[in-house]
């Protein structure tokens, strides 16, 4: 009864709804701005009463929540998931967690990659795409995975650029040299036969740079880049940044205090996002948000000690992949329960 007085308070003060709307989308690692962004200064309190009892779906107090993010567009591979990040809350402590899953993971089950499972899931059924990409991550982590989202970056820059930027401090600059650029994949290039044209150069200066949606999305997306920034292990480690850096823009007090910013916000953000979590689901989610440390979501990414590239061969369909060390998942899954068990 006193959460639900306290939940009562806070719908009646738009403010203060405004705040905890933001706060349940951090809950989520971004995505959950989907469901929660302005639609709760529309839903009646009688309504959230009803719903109150509704529980979302846990396992051992955690609710395991996965974050896909596609090109998009009509090129090839446009829904092959270059971004799969595990976002882990537990439902008692508030504690977040996000674990970033390297796209070249190969999934035994599937006899492919794991950046693969949305499209082939996709392909036999609408809505497939979340069933299988949750049973693929599941099958690396050792966990279940109850709920997913998914960002379309054809449209997501737009909502970076909604928000005026981001700014992301970049530990180590780094060049890449063949970064695809939308629209020319078949471009003939006057005969060129390394087809030059269709690759721009990105370099990024050490330090805290002010990034457009545009540049933000080339930052995260760079798979060619010299060096150690060219792994995937790094890419993941980008995006962890990008979300963070747009965790902080959506919470400075020129945003939550203002509603008509959150309503263009909203406007372009439900352009790019798509989820399998139903409205009736939104009332646990706002308790959810509630208990949320802001400022203490961790993160990690698989690193390289725990998975290596094996020779190309017929074992794995002659594509470039990566598989555990150990031949198995349970010393990585073990690794990633650790961690989420280690909370602070």
């Not at 961790?298 to 190309?312: A, G, H, K, V």
Request: net charge neutral; hydrophobic share 40%; with cysteine.
């Amino acid at each position: 009864m006193a959460l639900y007085q306290r939940i009562k308070r806070q719908f009646l003060s738009k403010t203060h709804l405004v705040r905890l709307v933001i706060g349940v989308g951090i809950v989520l690692g971004v995505f959950a701005l989907w469901t929660w962004m302005l639609r709760p200064l529309y839903i009646n309190l009688s309504r959230i009463n009803q719903f109150l009892n509704i529980q979302l779906q846990q396992s051992q107090d955690r609710i395991n929540f996965l974050l896909l993010g596609i090109g998009g567009g009509e090129h090839e591979g446009g829904d092959l998931t270059d971004t799969m990040i595990l976002v882990s809350v537990n439902q008692t402590t508030g504690d977040v967690a996000m674990v970033s899953i390297p796209r070249d993971i190969w999934v035994p089950s599937m006899r492919a990659k794991v950046n693969t499972a949305y499209h082939y899931g996709e392909e036999k059924q609408p809505g497939g795409g979340f069933v299988l990409a949750k049973s693929a991550v599941s099958e690396i982590v050792g966990l279940p995975v109850h709920y997913a989202a998914l960002i379309n970056f054809a449209n997501f820059e737009k909502f970076i650029d909604s928000i005026g930027g981001v700014d992301i401090n970049v530990q180590t600059a780094f060049d890449d040299y063949k970064y695809p650029i939308t629209g020319k994949e078949n471009d003939l290039c006057d005969g060129d036969p390394q087809t030059k044209c269709r690759l721009e150069h990105l370099h990024f200066e050490q330090g805290v740079q002010h990034m457009s949606g545009n540049m933000a999305l080339k930052y995260v997306r760079s798979r060619y880049a010299e060096g150690d920034e060219g792994t995937d292990f790094a890419r993941s480690r980008r995006q962890q940044k990008l979300i963070m850096a747009i965790k902080d823009k959506l919470t400075a007090k020129d945003v939550i205090t203002n509603p008509k910013k959150i309503k263009s916000i909203y406007e372009t953000l439900i352009q790019s996002f798509t989820s399998d979590l139903g409205s009736d689901f939104y009332p646990a989610l706002l308790k959810l948000g509630l208990k949320v440390d802001k400022s203490q979501i961790r993160t990690i990414s698989i690193s390289e000690d725990q998975l290596y590239n094996p020779p190309i061969s017929a074992k794995y369909d002659y594509q470039w992949v990566l598989v555990p060390k150990d031949g198995s998942f349970d010393t990585l899954s073990t690794n990633i329960k650790n961690f989420l068990n280690n909370s602070r």
